[in-house]
């Protein structure tokens, strides 16, 4: 996806020139303040120390404080953490000037269609994608001007109202051939520039009906397994986040994690069973066989995430799991144990950079993998998680490089298509 790297300039004297430019002037600045008014309270006959010129060297300092934030912001951005920096960089920007999407204004927002069932719970991410769109600067009301169209049905709406998997497939094929009959967007490009959202795994079944929305149209999707029709350089893998989080932003705390690796939850697929069984009884891995109960105390669950080093991520009835960007939340360093995951914003962000990523296979020898990471590498992961904790993480209204502009730098990437 991505074009040859260009040549990077070596950042770290980049940035320091940068830093000691800046700090010059504002200590150039101090000196001619200081030196002005000692020249005013020497003189014989002095003049007043004007209001323009507090206003003017004020404005100036300010000035130099902002250059020195955005110039922070964008170091921040400059690091390897991404795939491609300066691509990154420069893509997101151009991006944020022009990507539009139409949104179709047909079904009615009581029953599938429009607005978010909710905003919280496994699932929430398809809802503030629902909103988030809406709040943001990349919807236009002219087709004509779009990149990409919005299919706006929620399978998580038609989920919350017991909508069977049957008849949720019948909704969206009629709903897409609704749309298709209606208007002329779908057939030039035979739907390769519109997008369809969905976190149930559900959803992505409910696509399955209508053929050319799974081959053609991009499907944004929390369970993105390529070994069951999903297809990474056409869909988007969304990451899926449980919000709100109960507790605040875990990082910088590596003294506290004192425990090697933690996972709990419920046997519901094979790599979990076979992680329960294998290491549930280890003195250095904290494995439980089922989830914890509460009446074990508040919050017991997610506490463990801060004294953790290694939060184990295995799949569950689909490839993902919300324990991933729990993980990411609470500054333990996931290791995602999960074949045939597109994990997301995989071609932005590189994940062995902060994340163990294995094979299902290599569970039997996890806990020395785990043990073969020197400190110092931990370290690395651990202040490399900190940088990407934004990426996972949904607002309302929405922020720059928030979960939400992930996913739509992803979809603007996409959005190259031919037109018949």
């Known amino acids: 996806m991505w074009s040859a790297k260009p040549p990077q300039p070596p950042s770290s004297t980049y940035c320091s020139l940068q830093s000691s430019l800046l700090s010059l002037a504002i200590l150039t600045l101090l000196s001619f303040t ?6 005013f309270h020497s003189s014989n006959s002095p003049p007043p120390l004007t209001p323009s010129l507090v206003i003017q060297s004020s404005q100036v300092v300010r000035q130099v404080a902002e250059q020195q934030r955005e110039q922070e912001e964008e170091e921040e951005v400059i690091t390897d953490v991404y795939n491609s920096p300066g691509v990154f960089k420069l893509n997101y920007e151009e991006m944020e000037r022009k990507f539009k ?24 991410s398809e809802g503030y994608f629902f909103q988030n769109i809406r709040e943001s600067k990349f919807v236009t009301d002219d087709p004509d001007q779009a990149h990409l169209f919005f299919i706006p049905i929620s399978c998580h709406k038609m989920r919350g109202k017991g909508t069977s998997y049957e008849n949720m497939t019948i909704i969206v094929q009629n709903y897409v051939d609704s749309l298709i009959a209606k208007y002329p967007y779908w057939n030039r490009t035979m739907g390769a520039d519109h997008f369809f959202v969905t ?3 559900v959803g992505v079944r409910a696509t399955e009906g209508h053929p050319f929305l799974v081959k053609n149209a991009i499907r944004v999707v929390c369970s993105p397994s390529y070994d069951v029709g999903y297809i990474p350089h056409k869909d988007v893998a969304l990451p899926q986040v449980l919000q709100p989080f109960a507790l605040p932003a875990g990082g910088n705390d590596i003294e506290n994690r004192t425990t090697l690796g933690f996972w709990a939850g419920h046997r519901n697929s094979k790599i979990r069973v076979i992680l ?27 506490k463990r995430f801060y004294r953790t080093k290694f939060c184990i991520c295995p799949g569950g009835s689909q490839v ?16 995602i144990l999960s074949d045939y995951y597109d994990l997301p914003f995989n071609d932005i962000v590189d ?63 996409r959005h190259h298509v031919i037109k018949y």
């Open 34 to 39: 200081y030196l002005s008014l000692k020249s």
């Open 101 to 124: 999407v139409y949104i179709y204004k047909d079904g009615d927002p009581k029953t599938f269609y429009q607005t978010p069932r909710k905003l919280t719970g496994k699932y929430s």
């Open 199 to 201: 976190c149930h795994d």
């Open 276 to 302: 329960a069984r294998q290491w549930e009884n280890d003195t250095e891995l904290d494995i439980s066989n089922n989830r914890i109960n509460r009446a074990t105390g508040p919050l017991v669950y997610q």
């Open 320 to 335: 993902n799991s919300a324990r991933i960007t729990d993980s990411i939340h609470y500054g333990c360093v996931p290791v």
């Open 351 to 413: 994940w062995h950079k902060f994340a163990v990523v294995l094979r299902e296979k290599d569970v039997y020898e996890l806990k020395q993998i785990l043990k073969n990471i020197t400190q110092d590498k931990f370290v690395t992961l651990h202040n490399n998680l900190v940088k990407v904790q934004k990426h996972f993480q949904w607002n309302s209204p929405p922020i720059r490089h928030d979960a939400f502009h992930m996913v739509m730098y992803e979809l603007w990437l």
